[in-house]
C-alpha cells in the first residue's frame, strides 16, 4: 500500500463528506410539516458534523503531501419534499461513507500513523452512530 492510495481514499471520504454537507443543509431547509420539528435540527447537525470530518479529512491528505478534492462526490443529491425519501438518502450516505472509512483504516493500520489513525476512526464511529439513529428512525 502507498502513500498515492490512502490520498486516494481520503479525497473519496472528503467527497461524500462534501457532499453529505450539500445534501443535509438542502434537506434542513426544505423538510416540511411536523417532521420538521425532528429533522430540521437532526439534518443541520449532520451537515456541521460532516463539515468538521472534512476539515479533519482534508488535514490528513495535506499531512500525506496530497491535493485535497474541491468538489463533492457525484452521486445525485434527491430532491424530496417526503421526509421518508430524505432519510433513506441519509441512510444511503452514511452507508457509503462509513464503508469508505473502513477501507481508509485498514490502509492506515498498515502505515502506522497512530494519530491519523485515531482522528479517522473517530469518524468512522460518528458514521456508524449515525447509521444506527437513521435505522432506528426508519424502523
Known amino acids: 500500500m502507498g502513500t498515492q492510495e490512502l490520498i486516494e481514499r481520503l479525497n473519496e471520504a472528503l467527497g461524500w463528506e462534501l457532499r453529505a454537507m450539500n445534501m443535509y443543509a ?11 420539528l425532528q429533522l ?9 458534523e460532516s463539515l468538521a470530518h472534512a476539515d479533519t479529512v482534508r488535514r490528513a491528505i495535506v499531512k500525506l503531501g496530497g491535493i485535497p478534492v ?8 434527491v430532491h424530496a419534499t417526503d421526509y421518508t425519501v430524505m432519510l433513506e ?3 444511503e450516505t452514511e452507508t ?40 432506528l428512525i426508519l424502523a
Do not use: C, W
Open 26 to 36: 438542502h434537506y434542513a431547509a426544505t423538510i416540511q410539516g411536523i417532521h420538521r
Open 40 to 48: 430540521d435540527p437532526m439534518f443541520n447537525e449532520e451537515a456541521t
Open 70 to 77: 474541491t468538489e463533492r462526490n457525484p452521486h445525485p443529491i
Open 89 to 91: 438518502r441519509s441512510l
Open 96 to 135: 457509503k461513507a462509513a464503508e469508505v472509512y473502513a477501507g481508509i483504516i485498514k490502509l492506515l493500520d498498515e502505515v502506522g500513523d497512530q494519530e491519523m489513525y485515531d482522528s479517522i476512526e473517530q469518524i468512522y464511529f460518528a458514521e456508524l452512530r449515525s447509521l444506527e439513529n437513521l435505522r
